[in-house]
């Protein structure tokens, strides 16, 4: 199967196209030719691509599939409720008109009728062992998410003296890794569909996830703590100070990671993308 993927931006972009497409022997493109339109028997758009491309891709019977992750605008979408945002997923669907849809949650897959394929974990990752001490509280992400949690976080870190590292180069060099919104970066489909890639990271890793309730935390099942408010977050870091309980969140992280290597998912989805094939060639 002659595979094209096609998107543009940074972090997922370069997960889920990039990094998938290298793994699955796809032609990655932001800029797809008719060259490529010709040369493809199956093209995934990825996220805004789909409403970009997809006239194009219709006229070049190509058929499509759309990795919607979270297509909607951010911040000002954030914040709709679930009956609209099922609408506009729905409304995006019917505008795309893909083969399949792909949701970056079972939830998410399960409003548009699609499947779900969970982010890979960052490639280079893998569980370390625990340290005597916590020293290092990170967060992998924009620190804009964050908003008024990041006051609370630095605050605890400077009375325990802690060190509190915004994206760090090395998620293994942490001892707890946080994943929180707030404000208008918060909201329904940000909790139900967002993709649980820093859960993932957090399994890979094999450290415990200080975060929110939402899909991606219910589906993938890190280890960690949930929490909704400034004033629980000091209890919940304290809570993973015994080196016991961070070396268990070690050993569930071994069993559990190697089904978030990049190799395990572009398998899954190959799996997905043949037999869609299979189904074509039957009808």
């Known amino acids: 199967m002659n595979l094209l993927m096609v998107g543009a931006g940074s972090a997922s972009w370069q997960m889920r196209g990039v990094q998938l ?15 490529d339109w010709r040369w493809a028997d199956l093209v995934v758009l990825i996220k805004g691509a789909g409403m970009h491309w997809a006239r194009t891709a219709h006229l070049a019977r190509v058929p499509i599939v759309w990795d919607a992750l979270d297509f909607w605008r951010q911040p000002d979408e954030n914040g709709l ?21 792909i949701g970056a949650t079972e939830a998410m897959a399960e409003a548009c009728d699609g499947i779900c394929l ?46 509190f590292v915004v994206n760090p ?20 489909m940000c909790r139900e569909w967002k993709s649980g890639v820093k859960a993932v990271n957090a399994i890979v890793a094999g450290r415990p996830l200080i975060t929110q309730d939402s899909a991606s935390w219910r589906e993938v099942q890190p280890c960690g703590t949930v929490i909704e408010q400034p004033e629980e977050l000091a209890a ?21 990671a190697a089904e978030f290597r990049v190799e395990a998912i572009a398998a899954r989805y190959q799996r997905i993308l043949q037999s869609l094939r299979i189904e074509a060639v039957a009808c």
């Open 21 to 35: 497409g290298a793994a699955l022997g796809a032609r990655v493109t932001s800029r797809p030719t008719m060259d």
């Open 81 to 101: 409720a679930e009956r609209y945002a099922r609408q506009q997923l729905t409304d995006m669907v019917t505008a795309i008109r893909p083969v399949l849809t």
């Open 118 to 163: 969970s982010h890979h974990g960052r490639i280079g990752v893998q569980p370390t062992p625990a340290r005597d001490e916590i020293r290092v509280i990170g967060y992998d992400g924009s620190p804009l998410y964050l908003n008024l949690w990041e006051d609370a976080i630095r605050s605890i870190c400077r009375e325990r003296e802690w060190t």
């Open 169 to 188: 180069p090395d998620l293994s060099a942490t001892d707890v890794l946080i994943a929180l919104r707030w404000g208008r970066w918060d909201g329904w």
């Open 236 to 256: 919940a870091l304290d809570a993973w100070i015994p080196l016991e309980a961070r070396s268990a969140v070690v050993a569930h992280s071994q069993a559990r």
